[in-house]
């Protein structure tokens, strides 16, 4: 069983700043990997799959790079409604889905 | 515009059942796979099922096969989650999610519902 491993678990950032968040897994899952961000009292959005491609809607700001084993979540010029805890999710052999633990990002 | 609206949850004791429903609107319904993902407070998202477009092949995390069924009325636009043998440790918050693809799996989850709250506890 592939397991995703994301750090920092949380990330500490003022507005206007760049957040980077890594998401590691223990075989390659070539590009089949999405994020999430999710916000107390919402249900999750997606932001990104296929490692790279942005969701409907999803600003130019989230950008989803990486292959193999590790990517990467980059969020630019960080808002206020930015501030949410953010999971990423791949394609697995079983169980078909399989998430992150989350990497928090708060305001500094 | 998509939406799935759940409904079905509450506090139940230790042991009982519970059905969730989720009623789906604003796309076609009967071409894309349905999935379940709970949230247990403080912990992170867990996949719990999943059943394809068709109805005909449905996938459960470990820890629920044999307790949980998911099924779904196409007519009706609607994908249920059967809660048998509930324990505390399904207390959670329970999504219905879209799978992305039409007429495929993509295995990510492109649409959510509000969430509905499952207790259990004695």
């Known amino acids: 069983e592939v397991v995703l491993t994301q750090s920092p678990a949380t990330l500490s950032l003022s507005p206007g700043e760049t957040a980077t968040l890594s998401c590691r897994a223990t075989e390659s899952v070539t590009k089949f990997l999405a994020w999430y961000q999710h916000k107390p009292g919402q249900p999750p959005r997606l932001l990104i799959y296929d490692a790279s491609k942005r969701a409907t809607g999803i600003p130019q700001r989230f950008s989803g790079s990486g292959s193999g084993t590790d990517f990467t979540l980059t969020i630019y010029n960080l808002e206020p409604a930015d501030f949410a805890v953010y999971y990423c999710q791949l394609r697995n052999t079983w169980p078909p889905y399989t998430f992150g633990q989350g990497t928090r990002v708060e305001i500094k | 515009e998509v939406q799935l609206l759940e409904s079905g949850g509450g506090m139940i004791h230790p042991g009982g059942s519970l059905r969730l429903s989720c009623e789906a609107s604003?796309?076609?319904?009967?071409?894309?796979?349905m999935n379940w993902v709970r949230q247990a407070p403080g912990k992170g998202l867990e996949w719990v099922a999943s059943?394809?477009?068709?109805?005909?092949?449905?996938y459960y995390t470990e820890s629920v096969q044999g307790r949980f069924t998911i099924s779904r009325d196409n007519s009706r636009r609607t994908v249920y989650l059967q809660m048998d043998s509930l324990r505390a440790d399904d207390t959670a918050v329970y999504y219905c999610a879209r799978d992305g693809g039409s007429g495929y799996y993509a295995y990510f989850l492109d649409y959510w519902g509000q969430g509905s709250p499952v207790t259990v506890s004695s």
């Open positions: 604003g796309f076609m319904f009967s071409y894309y796979a």
């Open positions: 059943i394809k477009n068709s109805g005909d092949k449905t």
